[in-house]
């Protein structure tokens, strides 16, 4: 019983989000990945992409978000929760602020950047109009151990 696997759970959804990082790894991107969740349904999938659209904001967390409002008809995504494999940056965390996510999963903290409790936390700031529950560390050694991997290899070693 205990090899079960719970298709609803913030592990299962974060290797979603893993496999989408690792999809951008593929593609010489910075691996990280991400995916929308309603009602237990993954409804968006994506992975950084800024070099290959030459676009700084096409982070997956982002791509994620635009899919993510196509799916719904709306920019207010209040009912979803996104899963993303590295702590988002100011950027993405105030698109996930400003789409009233009702809450954000993610894997590995981000001191360089991080905007959800690293070096700041938007998506709880109590100044803005909406806050979104946090859950950090959710499969923490991959998705640190994905990056790590990949910036050592684009180092040589």
């Known amino acids: 019983m205990d090899d079960l696997i719970d298709l609803h759970s913030d592990s299962y959804f974060m290797g979603e989000a893993l496999r989408q990082a690792r999809k951008a790894w593929e593609a010489e ?3 990280v990945g991400a995916v929308v969740v309603h009602q237990g349904r993954i409804i968006a999938r994506a992975h ?5 659209l030459n676009d700084a904001t ?3 967390e982002m791509l994620a978000i635009t899919q993510a409002e196509s799916v719904m008809g709306d920019w207010r995504l209040h009912e979803c929760e996104l899963y993303v494999t590295k702590e988002p940056c100011p950027m993405c965390a105030g698109a996930m602020v400003h789409v009233r996510f009702k809450r954000v ?3 590995c903290l981000s001191s360089k ?6 070096l700041m936390n938007l998506l709880q700031h109590p100044q803005l109009n909406h806050r979104c529950d946090v859950t950090p560390g959710v499969r923490r050694e991959e998705c640190a ?7 050592r290899e684009r180092r040589g070693g």
């Not at 950084?48 to 290959?52: A, D, H, S, T, Y």
């Not at 151990?145 to 910036?151: I, K």
């Open 29 to 31: 991107e910075v691996p």
């Open 48 to 52: 950084n992409q800024v070099e290959i």
């Open 58 to 60: 096409a982070h997956a």
């Open 105 to 107: 999963i993610f894997g």
């Open 113 to 118: 950047d991080g905007a959800a409790g690293s």
């Open 145 to 151: 151990q994905m990056l790590q991997a990949f910036f």
